[in-house]
Nanobody, 120 residues
Framework: QVQLVESGGGLVQPGGSLRLSCAAS????????MTWYRQAPGKQRDLVAT???????NYLDSVKGRFTIARDIAKNTVNLQMNNLKPEDTAVYYC??????????????WGLGTQVTVSS
């Protein structure tokens, strides 16, 4: 099994910054992609940012230029730096990793989520 531990959520004023972190551990042989999703109340879960094995990046249009995803391969962690936060960024943020486990099976795992609230 693979465990994901998220941290860094909280309450911030509009225009502020937060940094989310996600650490993956367990039966990991290799990582294909690490992704942050978010889900606001009553809305669908959206992909916010992803970084793939080759380092390619993809962002939700509404966060481009404000959010930056980065990974530490040696530590199996992924961070999401969020700047100039807006009230519409309020959501539960989920870490997702796609891995090849030590039994050489491709699997996907989710974190429990961390709340980000942007409000004055």
């Amino acid at each position: 099994q693979v465990q994901l531990v998220e941290s860094g959520g909280g309450l911030v004023q509009p225009g502020g910054s937060l940094r989310l972190s996600c650490a993956a551990s367990g039966s990991i042989f290799s990582i294909y992609a690490m992704t942050w999703y978010r889900q606001a109340p009553g809305k669908q879960r959206d992909l916010v940012a992803t970084i793939s094995r080759d380092g390619s990046l993809n962002y939700l249009d509404s966060v481009k230029g404000r959010f930056t995803i980065a990974r530490d391969i040696a530590k199996n962690t992924v961070n999401l730096q969020m700047n100039n936060l807006k009230p519409e960024d309020t959501a539960v943020y989920y870490c997702n990793v796609e891995v090849r486990t030590t039994d050489l099976v491709r699997r996907e795992f989710w974190g429990l989520g961390t709340q980000v609230t942007v409000s004055s």
